[in-house]
Every structure is written in C-alpha cells, then in structure tokens.
C-alpha cells in the first residue's frame, strides 16, 4: 500500500504495476491537500506521441481543472479535480435503484429487452425508438420526443429525491447521418463517478450532474448567458471549474492562463506552515516559514477553507524598477533590514531515528546500548568512573534539547556491553543544526519482559535554520518566481514620499512577455487594503469588463481615498543620492512567497576529488563531491568565445588529464613499456632514478627508444584499449 | 525579542526627560572598553531585563473568569534589573502620551494558559542599526524639499481666466488656486507639504507661452537650504530626538573628517 505497487503474479490486467498510491507530502498545506484530489490518467500515456488523451474535453468542465496540472510531461495526464467536484465513493441504496425500472415505465417507457425486470426479452422496439437502459442494462425505448422528455422529468424527480440525486441521466439524441454517440437515454447509479453540483434553473434547486450527461445539457456560466428556453441549468459559481489551488490564486481572471498554471506548481513547493503539531510530529523532513502572515489579497475560497490557518507567505511591499542592476533577469533585490526584522526566515526539521539493534546486526552482533559514560579501567582507582566518551553529549549517551551540532560533531553516544566497545554517533550533514526534540523509543525500562534491556532506539529532531541567502527562491502568486540576488541596505533603497522602502524590489522586464496584470491588481488591492486596514476580496470574475466597474477603478478610487495616485504609482526618490527619479514608479504590497528551492541544498564546489574507475574521470553526484558536466553546448560556446585555453583547462587539466607513453615509431600508446633491469644493470647507479620506456611492438622492439610521454585524456588510452579488445589498432603520430 | 524598542530616559536639551540617545547611557558593544570578561557585558555597554509572569499566581489575585482565558506576556512584563529608576525601559511602538489613549497592552511575547510559568534574564545592549535592523529607532522616515517658488505677476495679469484654471488644473498636486475675487493666481495654504515637483507645470506653461524663451508664470522648484523631515520611531526614541542626535552624529563626523583631511594637508605640505 505504502509503495503504491501493485503485487500479483497475473498483473491483474492492469498498464501498470507502480504508482497507484502516491504519498501525501506535508510539505505545505496545499501540497497535502492537492495530493487529494490529483488523478492520473496512467504511465502508459506518457510515453504516448499522440496529444489527444491529454485534451480538457467538454466532459470534464467543472470535473478537471483546466489550470492545475504540471507542465511539460504528465500535462494533461496528471490533472486535479475541481472544488466542488465529489466522488460517488458509496453504492446508491439497493431498494432506491431497484424501483428505477418501474419508475421509468411510469414515466412511459415501453418496457423491451431482457434487461428489464418488466420484458421478457420477446418484445423487440420499433426501429425508431431509442433504448433506455440503467447501468447499461436495456429497461425498454420510446421515440425520441419521448425519451426528451422522460430525461427533463428525471431531473425534476432527481432534485426532488424521488430518485437518487447522484443518479446520471445521459439523454443522446441522434445527429444528423448518424453522427455522434449512440443515441439513447443511459440512466448511471454506479460507484466511481465524478459528480457535482449545479443549479436546477426550473425548481431552483442543485441538482448533482455527471460527466457523461454534461456535453449534451444546456448548462449556462454567468447569469447573462441564460436563454430562454433552452437553458436548463447554470453554474453556482463561475469559479467552480478551479481546483482549491487554483483557486487561492488572486485575480487570476487577469493573468494568462500559463502562469496560473506555474502558480500551482510553485504554490506546491512554498515553504509554509505543514502542521501545528511540529513538537509531536516526526516526519523525515518539514519546511517551516516563521513569520508567515495571513495575505492582504485573498480569494472567497482562502476563507472557506480556512487557508489562514496554514499560512504560506508574507505580504511586502513591492517596488517595481529597474534599480542597481541586481534585479536583473528575474532576480529581486530583498532589503537588508527587512530580512533583520524576520522576512523568508524559516527553518527545516530533520528527524533521525537510531536503532541499536539494527546498527548491532550490522556490524556483526553485540548488545548494544546508549550511553555516555566510559568503562572504568581496570587498574584505575575510581577516579576515571566517570569519564565521557563525548563531552558535549549527556551522561545517557544523548544530545541535549537546544544543543548546536556541526559536522562531525557527536549527536549520540553508545557501548556495546559484550565487548565494552564505545562508539559515537556523529552529525553527518555539513549544515549546523539545533536538537529540537529528543525522543526514548520503545518500552518504559522495567516494563515488559520483566528485566530492563537499556534504551535502544532514538529519535531526533534537528532543527536546521534556513534564513534567506543569496540564491534562495521566492516567488510572487502569479507565476512569477525570482531569486534573491542581494540584500540590500535599507538606506539605500528608494523611498517613497511617505518614506515607505521597498521590501523587495523587482524588475519591470517581468512584466511585458509575461502578462501577469493580476500581479499588478494585487500590488494595487494590497496597497489601498494595508493602508485601510482591511482585506481584500481577489476571487476571479468578480469584475467584469462591460461591469459598471473595472478592478483598476475599483481599487484605485480606494487608493486615491487614502491620498495615494489612483494607478498606484507613486515617485519615489533614489536611495543613494536623495533625488526624485523621473518616472513614477508602481509601488504596492504583494504576497510573496518563499519556495523550497534554497542554495543550501544545491551548491556544488569541487577542486579534486572523486574519480570514474574506468575512465578516471569525475564522477557525478553533489553527495559525492562530484563535477558538473561541460556538456557540448557549454563546449561550443567556450569555442566561439576564442577562450580555448579554458576549454582545454575544463575538459583536460580538471578532468582526466593523464601522462602516457607513445611511441614515436609504430605510433601505439599501449605498446610502451618501462623498461626491465637485467639482472646485471639492477642497482647499478647508471640506472637508478631513470625510467625508460621502450616499445614492446615486434616492428620496434629491437631498434632505438623513440617513446615519449605525451600528455592525453585518460579516456583517450581507455578507448585504444578497448579498440585493442576489437583487433583494431590506434596509430598515433607525434610532432616535435 | 531583539526587534521590541527599548526606551532610555535622558535630559533633552531644555532639561526635560525624553526618550533619547541611548549613547548618552552606554557604550557601544563593539568598542566597549569596559568590561574585562570575554563574554562582554558590563554595565557601561549593556543591561538586563528580568521578566517572571506565573499564570496561577495571577489567577489567584484575579477573578475566575480570567483562568478560562490565556494571559498575554508583552514587553511590560520585562523589569530593567541593572538600571533602576526607569532610565531604561521596554516599550511598545506608541509614544507614552498615546498609550493611554491607545490602550496599548505592549508587544506581545508569547500567551500563556493555566500553570504556565514564564522566567527568564535578558541582555540588551547597545549597537547600531548598520549592524542588525533591531538596533533603528526609525520605522519611516522620509524628506522633501521646501519649495522655492515665483509667481510672474506681470506676465499673468495678460492671461486670461480660462489658461489660469488650465494651470490649476495641470499640476496633479493640485498646489494653485485661482482666487473668486480678484481672479488672481496663488498657492493654495500648506502647499509646500504638497508639492513632489513634477513637470506637469511646465509642460502646461510651456503651451501656453507665446515665445519658448518667455518667463515661466509660475515656478516651483527644490531649494537647497530648507528641508522638510518626516520621521516615525519605532518607539525606542522619540522623534525629534531621532533628527536631533542624527544631526549630532553627522556634525560629530563631518568634524571628524575635517581634522583627518586637515591632518592629511599638512602631512603633504611638510
């Protein structure tokens, strides 16, 4: 269940063996929830060339949300139901779906066909009836008329509960030249289907529809789309298509709609508030914002769902300018006091478990046991009983709450009673971290089986602070993510008028290609809602274009009530000399967000180190000390830079870079060999400290040295000796 | 913690206590001289806030609707223990004269519910905002210009009513105003608080000149000599204290540089 891999020998059937449960990461509130709602369609579509199973079908409106799916591989496979979109998870009642036959032939349905329980499979239906069938069962047919109208009376009955209100009542009429579906009147009460409210315009009442009766309902979106006549139903909420995390988006009616969907991806990887519990949770890993804060700029649903209570983000003011060259190319510049007084601090909680008795098994048995304390040695006269195997760590062996570790630095310490052996548990991570928790497993000493075994298993949890560092990523709610690029002194940023400084600044490149103008109603909305003390409502559609008010004026006015420009611009005046900047600069408070990906967990450096057995050169890997690969393209540019001797440096002298021998005259580099002492020249001093190489090859074994080192990439020689391996040989020819 | 303001009572100029410079009291911890232990705290270059807030002893003196609520401990609750007298002080984010009107409860520090207790020392001490943002007394502060301005008098009496309003109009400051009577143009009261020097002004003028050289009607500029400060403390100095030692910080190192630059001089004159 765990792994979510399906275990049987037959296979079940079924395109795929792994995956069928996904575990759900708590790594914000979002994540978990969204890990509720995904479906996906299956590995086998992935590999599949053809687009056609990833398309947002009319059947899925109001199911899938047409935002909330990943972009690039599972896009369109991997896709998350929309809010108020259930799942039909229990049967109908037995006695509910049994009296829909009779109901049906009430109703006027001539009963035919061996399905119903009214037929007895002899009568057969006029060709120009069309079936009717429950559950896929034939119950009888009627002419088409008919059957339009037994569909309009089973949704009258369906809000009324005389029938089931889950129940689908799939009407296909017939097209023309016998296009489209098979025509008929498909009545649905099984488990597994998507259902979800919508408005019953006749009764006004909801009425639960499914996928497979949508495409052919006449269902209108806003109020202004209901035709007399032919629309039957309307949509509660113009927002119900959106998944709960789509729809947390603000204003995202405004954005273009990729942006909304990188939205969704990030606001899935936002360090914020997992859980309430962190003293009693031991989850592996937890990312943990510390000052979070409740956004300005919030949707109808962040209130319904309660999304304060697991706060992702920290609202700032924005300054939008092209300033100091730092916010270059997607980069902000954070200001320094901003940072001081708490902005993106968080925190990562590691928790580790030790069990003894599983190290005991591996290092080949032994009693193993925590504790801090060293065996009195034999001829001491009791003054080292006491003495520590590790000073920093408590007598019973384990660290102590609110200790700092760093790397290498004992976190436990334990003896092994069979050989009196000690040993420490070390802090292996290169990041300094602070013991959180200390937790005993197991049972109480003395309970039991009666004798005490000692404390044997342990928990920890380490707390690792991660406060912004150059490189960490933030991102606003509307897909626009950018990396910390400098903290800047708050002197030195520009202030406005009322001597408000930015707490971010960002550049206004980020704007143009991208279309994101819902970023720019939030700086607006967030702006006059700070400064009138209230929050503002960012649910999308609320504005509409021929509406009596656009979004823009809406907040503007509130701005322009404050005493601040309506557009939301203000001048501000350069931090460094004091002068009024020529433009007005949009300046605004944005909800930002602090994403998982940090420097810390990223940065590679390496000088020497690790090497490939094979090939001698350097092995990947960041845990391994490893290199990072100058692939071709990295080549290429190094090459049309003219900067050969970089590109020599990288690919040579840092890689494989290995002397071997080559002989001037048959060309090998295997054939070279150091030359052998005879027993009469060994020790003699003409020949000591001299290497000599000479060629083994037949055609020179026996003229004069012509060997010479040569220096060449190890890989090179590999690639001879394999060739060699072939029969073929690898001539090469020297230059002086 | 760090980021709650801390008060230092000292005499202002006039000899009336005020929230001040706290460089009056103590010694920066960086260049403290005084203290002798490596750990670095003495009383010329720090101080100790004591704070012990036992939740059923403050039940026991109140009434029984206060143990079904949780007690806040806020910076009022931190006693200076090395400085008595009130010379140092925890406070909140208002001035003292607004906290009454405010009902300021402090800075709130943790809540605490039925047999909690809460004990612990503190030390502050005293550097500057360069180093950490909790050390700025500042929340906001800002400056302008006072406006240096002139009205052409001669050249606007030739302007007829109608291009007198359209200069009204064209400064988004809204500073001019044509007076019902006399159908003068002025500068509206407290206009110099207005201004943000835009060039809507002079655009507008500009069309409305016969000849591009002609005098401005109206012009505002920067002045170099007069400036208007705003400033908002975050509660540790009071405001005009705040101005008042900045000014006494530059004029300390402009006389700094002067003597190294006059020390300098002479060291290449000789």
């Known amino acids: ?736 | 913690m760090g980021l709650i303001p801390i008060r230092c009572i000292v005499p202002n100029d006039s000899g009336a206590d005020c929230a001040g410079d706290c460089q009056e009291l103590f010694s920066s911890h960086l260049t403290c001289t005084a203290c002798d232990d490596a750990a670095g705290t003495c009383h010329k270059c720090s101080f100790e806030f004591r704070c012990r807030v036992d939740f059923d002893e403050l039940a026991a003196t109140n009434t029984e609707e206060f143990k079904t609520t949780n007690h806040i401990v806020t910076s009022k609750d931190l006693e200076c223990t090395s400085h008595t007298g009130g010379q140092v002080q925890a406070c909140s984010f208002l001035h003292e004269r607004e906290e009454v009107d405010a009902h300021d409860k402090g800075v709130t520090i943790v809540k605490m519910a039925k047999g909690q207790k809460l004990e612990f020392t503190c030390v502050g001490r005293m550097g500057i905002a360069k180093e950490h943002a909790k050390w700025s007394p500042v929340a906001v502060c800002a400056y302008r210009f006072w406006p240096e301005t002139y009205l052409n008098h001669a050249a606007l009496a030739a302007l007829p009513v109608k291009d007198k309003q359209a200069l009204v109009d064209a400064c988004p400051d809204r500073i001019l105003k044509l007076d019902d009577v006399t159908g003068e143009l002025g500068f509206v009261e407290g206009f110099e608080y207005l201004c943000t020097y835009t060039e809507d002004l002079d655009f507008a003028q500009r069309a409305l000149k016969k000849r591009p050289e002609d005098d401005d009607f109206v012009r505002v500029a920067q002045g170099d000599s007069k400036f208007i400060f705003e400033v908002e403390s975050s509660g540790a100095m009071d405001a005009d204290q705040i101005v008042l030692s900045a000014l006494k910080v530059l004029g300390r190192k402009l006389g700094e540089l002067q003597t190294h630059v006059t020390a300098i001089a002479n060291e290449l004159a000789n």
Not at chain 1, 583 to 589: E, F, K, P, R
């Open chain 1, 1 to 736: 269940m765990a792994s979510g891999n399906v275990v049987s020998s037959s296979g079940l059937d079924l395109m795929q063996v792994s995956g069928y449960t996904i575990v759900a990461e708590r790594l914000n509130f979002l994540r978990y929830i969204s890990h509720y709602r995904s479906v996906h369609r299956g590995q086998f579509f992935m590999t599949m060339k053809t687009t056609t199973v990833r398309k947002l079908l009319p059947d899925s409106w109001g199911f899938l949300c047409p935002v909330h799916t990943p972009d690039g591989g599972p896009c369109g496979l991997l896709n998350h139901m929309a809010v108020m979109c259930e799942t039909q998870c229990a049967p109908l009642p037995a006695a509910a779906v049994a009296k829909l036959d009779s109901q049906l032939v009430a109703l006027g349905v001539i009963p035919a066909g061996a399905g119903g329980s009214y037929a007895d499979g002899a009568e057969a239906l006029p060709y120009n009836y069309l079936t009717v069938c429950v559950d896929g069962r034939v119950v009888g047919g009627c002419s088409v008329s008919e059957c339009k109208r037994i569909a309009a009376d089973l949704r009258v009955m369906k809000v009324n509960h005389e029938i089931p209100p889950t129940t689908e009542v799939a009407f296909f009429p017939p097209m023309p030249n016998g296009s489209g579906p098979f025509p008929g009147l498909f009545l649905s009460t099984g488990m597994s289907r998507t259902i979800r409210p919508v408005k019953h315009i006749e009764s006004g009442k909801v009425e639960y529809i499914g996928p497979m009766e949508q495409p052919f309902m006449d269902i209108a979106c806003l109020p202004d789309d209901v035709r007399a006549g032919v629309t039957t139903h309307q949509e509660l909420d113009a927002t119900n298509m959106l998944s709960l995390i789509a729809s947390m988006t603000p204003f995202s009616d405004y954005n273009q709609s990729p942006r909304n969907m990188y939205q969704c991806q990030m606001g899935k990887q936002t360090m914020g508030t997992p859980a309430h519990a962190l003293p009693h949770r031991t989850d592996n890993k937890m990312y943990r914002i510390q000052n979070p804060q409740a956004p300005i700029v919030q949707t109808q649903r962040h209130g319904e769902y309660n999304m304060d209570d697991y706060p992702n983000g920290c609202n700032a003011v924005v300054a939008v300018l092209s300033y100091t060259g730092f916010d270059m190319e997607d980069a902000m510049i954070l200001n320094k006091s901003s940072y001081e007084r708490g902005f993106g601090h968080a925190s990562v909680y590691k928790t580790k478990t030790v069990d003894l008795k599983e190290e005991a098994s591996h290092s080949g048995g032994g009693k193993f046991r925590f504790s801090n304390v060293k065996k009195p040695k034999p001829d001491a006269d009791g003054d080292g009983e006491n003495e520590l195997i590790a000073d920093t760590i408590g007598v019973d062996g384990l660290p102590q709450v609110g200790q700092w570790v760093s790397e290498g630095d004992p976190l436990y310490t334990y003896v092994d009673d069979l050989t009196g052996k000690e040993k420490i548990g070390r802090h292996k991570e290169m990041e300094k971290a602070c013991v959180q928790h200390v937790r005993l497993l197991g049972p109480e000493p003395g309970a039991g089986k009666g004798k005490d075994e000692g404390l044997e298993r342990l928990s920890v949890t380490l707390r690792i602070p991660r406060n912004p560092v150059i490189g960490d990523k933030f991102s606003s709610r509307h897909g626009q993510k950018g990396v910390m690029s400098i903290l800047w002194p708050s002197v030195d940023m520009p202030f406005s008028e009322s001597g408000i400084s930015p707490d971010i600044i960002i550049n206004p490149h980020a704007f143009p290609s991208r279309m994101t103008i819902g970023m720019l109603i939030e700086s607006m909305a967030g702006k006059s809602g700070a400064l009138h003390g209230k929050f503002q409502d960012a649910t999308p559609f609320q504005f509409h274009e021929n509406g009596d008010k656009l979004a823009v004026d809406h907040f503007g006015e509130q701005l322009q009530e404050a005493g601040y420009s309506y557009y939301g611009s203000e001048p501000l005046y350069s931090g460094v000399s004091g002068q009024c900047m020529h433009a007005d600069l949009y300046i605004g408070v944005v909800l930002y967000q602090r994403l998982r990906h940090m420097v810390s967990d990223k940065y590679q450096v390496r000088a020497t180190g690790a090497v490939n057995q094979l090939t001698r050169q350097p092995i990947k890997g960041r845990k391994k000390g490893g290199g990072i690969r100058l692939g071709e393209m990295e080549r290429d540019a190094l090459l049309s830079h003219g900067t050969a001797f970089l590109l020599h440096d990288r690919l040579m002298n840092c890689s494989d870079k290995h002397i071997g021998y080559c002989c001037g005259r048959c060309g090998g580099v295997l054939s070279p060999q150091t030359k052998r002492e005879t027993t009469l020249s060994a020790g003699t001093s003409s020949s000591r400290m001299k290497l000599v190489m000479t060629c083994i090859e037949v055609g020179c074994r026996d003229l004069p040295e012509m060997v010479e080192p040569v220096a060449l990439p190890y890989v090179f020689k590999y690639l001879s000796f394999e060739l060699a391996g072939m029969g073929i040989k690898m001539q090469v020819e020297l230059k002086q």
